[in-house]
């Protein structure tokens, strides 16, 4: 089946620094792919689409300037977290989708901001 | 609004027992549904999902859940547990193919010896 990669997997960054998160097919090409994020015992949030070549298009309520997505190719999109604060700590979750709308799964990125 | 519910946090069963994980949904259109399965560690993987016609559907596993319109239900079952199965759930909810996924809180699988 399709893999959808991420990395890091795990990060720690002090407050106020910026930083940036890996999405990528690995077996496939993805003209769209999606950010999730997760919070302890709740679902996942759905923060934004990324299309490839294009401007991201966020959901109601997500800062468009502090979670910056980048779609440059057909395999890899990344968020970057930017002047990150404690309450951007989160499991950051992206999907790509294949050319029969099929979406898949990265394993998710934890995001600890100390 | 849409939105997908997943009552409880947590099931327990014994291995070989029923598995019943429900979702209900709330949609002004008609909606796709989907059942994802995340292992510790590991991405969200589709279990099964409905889109139009046949209202049961199964998926890998030997899981299968069924579309009630009547109900706004599309709850997953399983005939007898494995220990495999232990797992989070999510059901998700993606109204008339949008493709942006509304997600349940999730359900966490656990099944004893």
């Known amino acids: 089946g399709a893999v959808v990669s991420q990395h890091p997997s795990r990060v720690i960054c002090k407050s106020g620094t910026s930083v940036k998160i890996e999405c990528r097919s690995l077996?496939?090409?993805?003209?769209?792919m999606f950010w999730y994020r997760q919070f302890p015992k709740k679902s996942l949030m759905l923060m934004a689409t990324s299309n490839e070549g294009s401007k991201a298009t966020y959901e109601q309520g997500v800062e468009k300037d502090k979670f910056l997505i980048n779609h440059a190719s057909l395999t890899l999109s990344t968020l970057t977290v930017t002047s990150a604060h404690p309450e951007d700590s989160s499991f950051y979750i992206c999907?790509?989708?294949?050319?029969?709308?099929?979406?898949?799964f990265g394993p998710g990125t934890r995001l600890t901001v100390t | 609004a849409q939105s997908v519910t997943q009552l409880g946090s947590h099931v327990s069963v014994s291995e070989g027992a029923l598995v019943l994980l429900r979702c209900n949904y709330s949609s002004s259109v008609p909606p796709y549904l989907f059942w994802y399965v995340q292992y510790p560690n590991q991405g969200l993987q589709l279990l099964l999902k409905?889109?139009?016609?046949?209202?049961l559907v199964k998926g890998i596993n030997g899981f299968e859940a069924e579309f009630k319109k009547s109900e706004t239900s599309f709850h997953l079952t399983k005939p007898s547990a494995h220990m495999s199965d232990a797992a989070e759930y999510f059901c998700?909810?993606?109204?008339?193919?949008?493709?942006?996924?509304?997600f349940g809180k999730g359900m966490k699988l656990t099944v004893n010896p």
């Open positions: 077996d496939f090409q993805a003209t769209t």
């Open positions: 998700a909810m993606d109204q008339g193919g949008s493709e942006k996924l509304v």
């Open positions: 999907s790509a989708r294949d050319d029969v709308y099929e979406q898949y």
């Open positions: 409905y889109t139009t016609g046949a209202t």
